[in-house]
């Protein structure tokens, strides 16, 4: 599987995920035009998308969801209530409803899904596999508060990516008012660096090889920040692999996900 992060943060987000005859993109929070300019700039086929994955209606997820999809002629999926909200602004879409909790084929994948907490009408995390005994990823962003059901999720991965939306201090000093600062902090807003990495050190294991922090703030973080919070907490907790921060304006060059072991005989480091 190959992942490329075109960009995430708080003014857009999308992923695509690469397998051997089909392309998964996941979220697509940017303007068809921004999406053709960031693929083109690490060599990613946009035409090459088969699905549109969506995790909830907000813009920076859902923004070019369905011109992208009438341009490509592909379904957008998304849970009952994502898809809802978004038909009532995009009423000719072609739109595929994800069970909750059930592995389900997605394109060249099983994907399966689980509710998160954040304000949207039903937001999901996701894991994503290529067939049997291939590898797993699991993405979760817009979290808000861990639940027992998104740790069980995002069990046994070899690839996370996870939101680290903020630095706690930066956003208590920060320009947002009181109201704003605590709808992020809360229950349904976004996780800290802090929470970003309590949830991922009860997630490591011995084939977790790729770690991917996205959704970062622009005003509220840094990505040497999160970085370094994010992977000392890492390290301390046997993980040994590679860790990427995808920032809003500029995509990540595209990742060949590995297990750790196989990273680790082949050199590489987090």
């Known amino acids: 599987m190959k992942v490329t992060v075109l960009g995430s943060g708080s003014r857009g987000n999308a992923v695509a ?79 595929v409803a994800l069970p909750i909790g059930e592995p389900t084929l997605v394109c060249d994948f099983t994907v399966t899904a689980c509710h998160t907490n954040h304000d949207a009408l039903e937001p999901v995390a996701v894991t994503v596999e290529t067939g049997p005994g291939g590898l797993k990823l699991g993405l979760a962003y817009d979290v808000g508060s861990p639940t027992q059901q998104l740790v069980e999720l995002l069990s046994n991965c070899n690839c996370l990516m996870v939101e680290a939306n903020h630095d706690e201090g930066m956003l208590r000093q920060g320009p947002y008012p009181v109201h704003v600062r605590h709808r992020i902090a809360g229950p349904g807003g976004h996780l800290s660096n802090k929470a970003a990495a309590r949830l991922l050190t009860r997630l490591v294991h011995r084939e977790l090889g790729t770690v991917v922090l996205l959704h970062l703030s622009d005003r509220c973080n840094r990505p040497q920040l999160a970085a370094r919070e994010i992977r000392t907490a890492l390290r301390a907790n046997g993980f040994g692999g590679r860790l990427h921060v995808a920032q809003q304006n500029e995509p990540l060059p595209s990742i060949d996900l590995l297990r750790q072991d196989q990273q680790l005989s082949l050199g590489f480091s987090g």
């Open 17 to 95: 995920l690469q397998a051997e005859n089909d392309t998964l993109l996941i979220d697509a929070g940017f303007g068809v035009r921004s999406l053709r300019r960031r693929a083109t700039a690490v060599g990613f086929d946009l035409e090459s998308v088969t699905g549109i994955l969506l995790t909830h209606e907000h813009g920076d997820h859902s923004r070019g969801a369905a011109p992208l999809a009438r341009t490509l002629r592909c379904p957008v999926y998304g849970s009952p209530g994502t898809l809802r909200a978004l038909r009532r602004r995009e009423r000719d879409l072609a739109a």
